[in-house]
């Protein structure tokens, strides 16, 4: 392990609530010292951080690494290298693999391709029922052991109540948490746009908020009933932020993030039927799309994520209705995150977009990542705040190349990339 100095650079550490040139050491791993070399340290290199900002590396909460079984979409190699070039060093994994992540051998070979690759961090979530088929309950206890920090259903939703009241039983029992996409299994499945005007217009079928809502009341129920901690996933509405707001005032265990791309695009953003905007859940309303930011403001919404999850040619050029959902997004979070910042303005917004890919993701998440704290694991990102790029498909190390976001100009570029104090990317 080399010993790293960072100097000139604006230390931003949103858990510590610093923000000011200073320099950074970096020993063994982990974070040295701030603004003094500890005692007895000699760089083996130092980097120049002039005009850069110097931040925890990123905490992503839903990233979809597609192995394993689906590596013609993406692989490891690929999706570890998108993510220290887009700053990310701690993700944590869906369970919707092909095997699904419901076997403890799964998930230690995953968890142990990932250290080979000396990337991010991985961190999987288990399934919660076996097959994520919404009938059997994995055996959570083990999956954890393996390394999982929770357990979720991904896209799949547990039709039999029953089924979902026990596992939050189980789970409130073992101190576990419960990562749930609210989605009404029934109202506006098969759906692929948000119910309103504009789906009408194009004649695709509509996903109404109310699904999301109505999902929403009932997991709230079994919260009250089980006691369970819940993380809710990708929130997309306003009417389901109201809901949120008003179960935290009452005390509810609950966490919530939302995507990237439902803090900067509308239903409007589909234009003629671009299948690069066919996310799931879908792009709701401007009215939705502002909630949304004010709420991450707020602090209604705990994290933002980048959804990652890359789909390749042979389901994304396809009729809207027909492409497969998704888009690739480990290496647009920073930049889209940072837009969020300067459209907000105000003294304290950039520290606060921060924060919600840092130390508040890794909270939600029951992670200890996301901070410069002497002693931590010196996870950080360089990045020049002002390095203008523009988002294009072929300069993409994911192999998933859609996002609804190709051509946009945005600012913000990673210039390098530590992971546990070794350089994992530069530019």
């Known amino acids: 392990m080399k010993n790293i100095h960072i100097k000139n650079g604006r230390l931003i550490d949103p858990a510590a609530g610093l923000d000011a040139v200073q320099d950074l050491y970096i020993a063994d791993g982990k974070i040295a010292g701030i603004g003094s070399a500890p005692q007895g340290f000699t760089a083996a290199r130092t980097i120049d951080a002039t005009g850069l900002v110097v931040a ?81 309950l994995t055996e959570m206890a083990e999956l954890t052991e393996a390394g999982c920090i929770g357990f979720a259903q991904a896209e799949e939703p547990i039709t039999d109540t029953t089924v979902l009241l026990r596992a939050m039983q189980y789970a409130k029992t073992f101190g576990y948490t419960v990562w749930l996409r609210p989605q ?27 699904s999301e809502t109505i999902a929403l009341h009932t997991i709230f129920e ?46 409007a953003d589909i234009g003629f039927f671009d299948s690069n905007a066919r996310l799931t859940p879908p792009l709701r309303s ?42 690739t997004g480990l290496e647009l979070l920073l930049a889209l995150m940072l837009k969020w910042a300067a459209e907000q303005g105000g003294a304290g917004a950039l520290s606060t977009a921060l924060a919600k890919i840092t130390h508040d993701a890794a909270r939600t998440a029951g992670l200890s990542a996301g901070t410069l704290a002497q002693g931590a694991s010196a996870d950080v990102v360089l990045f020049d705040p002002d390095a203008r790029w523009t988002v294009n498909a072929a300069a993409l190390a994911s192999q998933g190349k859609h996002t609804p976001f190709l051509g946009y100009e945005l600012a913000g570029q990673v210039k390098a990339t530590i992971v546990a104090g070794h350089v994992a990317f530069e530019r």
């Not at 992540?101 to 961190?123: F, I, S, T």
């Not at 009250?224 to 009417?239: D, E, F, M, P, T």
């Not at 109201?242 to 919530?256: M, N, Q």
């Open 222 to 267: 079994l919260m009250r009933a089980s006691g369970a901690r819940v993380h809710l996933c990708r929130i997309s509405s306003a009417a389901a932020l109201d809901l949120i707001r008003a179960a935290k005032k009452e005390g509810l265990p609950v966490t919530c993030d939302v995507g990237v791309h439902h803090l900067h695009m509308t239903d």
């Open 56 to 136: 925890p590396g990123l905490v992503d909460l839903s990233a979809r690494l597609r192995e394993p079984g689906y590596e013609y979409k993406a692989t490891l190699e690929s999706e570890m290298q998108a993510a220290v070039q887009g700053g990310v060093t701690t993700l944590v994994c869906p369970p919707d693999t092909d095997p699904v992540l419901d076997e403890p051998g799964l998930v230690e070979m995953l968890k142990h391709r990932a250290r080979l690759l000396n990337q991010a961090h991985v961190h999987p979530l288990g399934a919660l029922t076996v097959g994520l088929k919404g009938k059997a």
């Open 184 to 210: 009404d299994p029934y109202i506006g499945r098969g759906g692929v746009a948000h119910s309103g005007p504009l789906a009408s217009r194009l004649g695709l079928s509509g996903v109404p908020v109310m």
């Open 286 to 327: 401007q009215r939705d799309r502002d909630a949304i930011r004010a709420a991450v403001q707020d602090g209604t919404v705990d994290a933002v994520c980048s959804d990652h999850t890359p789909v390749d040619d042979d389901e994304k050029l396809l009729p809207f209705a027909e492409a497969s959902a998704g888009a």
